[in-house]
């Protein structure tokens, strides 16, 4: 007996995020498989305990003290263990440093982006090949 998932694939076989759209749009209501194979596809494919350590994270710039660029780097090594995708590790930075250091941050994380900013404080690293800017 073939096992299948909720759109009548077999298990393992990875569908494009088109296909997982249109069945998306084609169904009632939407099971679970769904949003795990979707999650899954938007998830780092390198595995987190080799390139996404803490070690890993190199200060490109900053205008930060000292403690704040300390602090900034054990919380995106935090954010890095606990969250899978970019997204979720912005929010978690920007939550993190609003609650300890106030005020309005904003946090931009990705691989490929550009920026201009004038910000007053700000700190820029990357860890593997992900970039993330920490400003405000």
Avoid at 15 to 33: I, N, Y
Avoid at 72 to 85: E, F, P, R
Avoid at 89 to 95: G, L, P, Q, V, W
Avoid at 119 to 129: A, E, L, R
Wanted: some cysteine; aromatic content about 10%; hydrophobic content about 35%.
């Amino acid at each position: 007996m073939m096992k299948v998932n909720g759109f009548g694939k077999k298990l393992g076989e990875k569908l494009t995020a088109k296909q997982l759209r249109s069945m998306f749009e084609r169904q009632e209501e939407c099971d679970e498989s769904y949003f795990d194979e979707l999650k899954e596809s938007r998830k780092w494919r390198e595995p987190p305990e080799k390139a996404l350590r803490f070690e890993n994270v190199i200060v490109q710039e900053t205008n930060l003290p000292v403690e704040q660029m300390e602090e900034s780097k054990k919380m995106l090594g935090d954010a890095l263990q606990l969250c899978g995708i970019e997204n979720e590790i912005a929010s978690f930075m920007k939550r993190k440093f609003d609650a300890k250091y106030g005020g309005h941050w904003q946090c931009i994380v990705g691989r490929n982006f550009g920026s201009h900013l004038d910000p007053v404080q700000f700190i820029h690293f990357t860890v593997s090949k992900i970039s993330v800017i920490l400003f405000r």
